[in-house]
């Protein structure tokens, strides 16, 4: 099945440590992206990247890094300057900057 | 600035009867638009898209929206409601300048009573 897989479902953080929340997709696409839902707030851009080994920040990324070293993944580590972390975080891929997103089935990060 | 508004944070209708779900947008010029619906702890499911041409667009589930360029609006709407389609639905908006952002909407939760 293609598709993207976001792990874990559920991260827990405790104060000070950097965590890493992985996505992988399948669906050959140049296009990924990452997002952070709050209650009430919709979605808000993270990160997006639109070919390997290139990144943009997007609204919201003080306290957020990425990478893309391969086509297929985009993890996103949430720093220990991320002050309010807790969230539901939504990874995305699209063929190109004008098609449909496809999302991931999200991480809710919670701080211990 | 682009910006996308969805007015109602909650929308309920009766099983069987038409639903609409309200979506203004701003932005810099003709905008693509898109409707997407998240179930409980999942992921966002696209919907359908305005990119140009009709005005009615169809897409997924018997849903469709209409673009209004003099409303600034792109109503969700479908004209019969299930019991499944109770979610939250999310309208977003790209202008067609170099930006990559998707603006969305804040969502409106969608519940269809038996």
């Known amino acids: 099945d293609g598709g993207i897989t976001q792990s874990p479902k559920y991260l827990f953080r405790k104060e000070g440590q950097n965590v890493t929340l992985s996505c992988e997709q399948n669906?050959?696409?140049?296009?990924m992206y990452w997002y952070r839902q709050d209650p009430g707030q919709g979605l808000r851009l993270i990160y997006y990247s639109q070919i390997v080994n290139d990144f943009q920040k997007g609204d919201i990324a003080e306290g957020y890094s990425v990478s893309r070293e391969k086509k297929e993944s985009f993890p996103l580590t949430v720093t220990s300057a991320q002050k309010n972390p807790t969230a539901f975080y939504l990874c995305?891929?699209?063929?190109?900057?004008?098609?449909?997103?496809?999302f991931g089935s999200g991480t809710q990060l919670s701080v211990l | 600035a682009q910006s996308v508004a969805q007015p109602e944070d909650q929308v309920n209708v009766a099983e069987g009867n038409p639903l609409t779900v309200k979506c203004t947008y701003s932005?810099?010029?003709?905008?693509?638009l898109f409707w997407y619906v998240q179930y409980p702890n999942r992921g966002l499911q696209f919907l359908l898209k305005?990119?140009?041409?009709?005005?009615l667009v169809k897409g997924s589930y018997g849903f469709e929206a209409e673009f209004n360029k003099s409303q600034t609006s792109f109503h969700l709407k479908k004209p019969s409601a299930l019991v499944s389609d109770s979610a939250l639905y999310f309208c977003?908006?790209?202008?067609?300048?170099?930006?990559?952002?998707?603006?969305f909407g804040t969502g409106t939760r969608l519940t269809v009573i038996p």
């Open positions: 995305a891929s699209s063929e190109g900057r004008n098609e449909k997103l496809f």
């Open positions: 669906l050959n696409h140049d296009a």
């Open positions: 932005v810099s010029g003709n905008p693509y």
């Open positions: 977003a908006v790209r202008d067609r300048t170099g930006a990559n952002n998707l603006f």
């Open positions: 305005y990119i140009t041409g009709d005005n």
